[in-house]
C-alpha cells in the first residue's frame, strides 16, 4: 500500500465517525441543513436531528428530525468543536 493509500481519509467513514455531531448540508437547491447527524448509509443518504432549514441567511423551518437523500446533496461540512 502506497503512503498516499494510507493516508487517505474516505469521506463516508469520516461521516459514519461523526454521528452525533453537528455538520451543515447544502443541497443542490440551494438549501441548507443545519443539525446533526443521528445515521448516515452507504448511498450517504443522511437522518439528522435538532435541523433547521435555511436558504441564504433566512431561517424557513425547525424539525426535530429530517431525512435527506444523498443525491440531492451538494456538500456536507462538520461543524467545527469548541
Excluded: C
Excluded at 19 to 39: A, F, H, P, Q
Excluded at 48 to 60: F, I, K, N, P, Q
Amino acid at each position: 500500500m502506497s503512503t498516499a493509500q494510507a493516508g487517505a481519509r474516505r469521506p463516508l467513514t469520516i461521516l459514519q465517525k461523526s454521528t452525533k455531531k453537528r455538520v451543515t448540508v447544502r443541497l443542490k437547491n440551494e438549501v441548507e441543513y443545519k443539525g446533526k447527524i443521528d445515521s448516515v448509509d452507504q448511498y450517504m443518504n443522511l437522518i439528522m436531528t435538532d435541523a433547521e432549514e435555511s436558504r441564504g441567511e433566512r431561517t424557513l423551518a425547525n424539525y426535530g428530525r429530517v431525512i435527506v437523500r444523498g443525491n440531492n446533496v451538494l456538500f456536507i461540512r462538520l461543524e467545527r468543536e469548541l
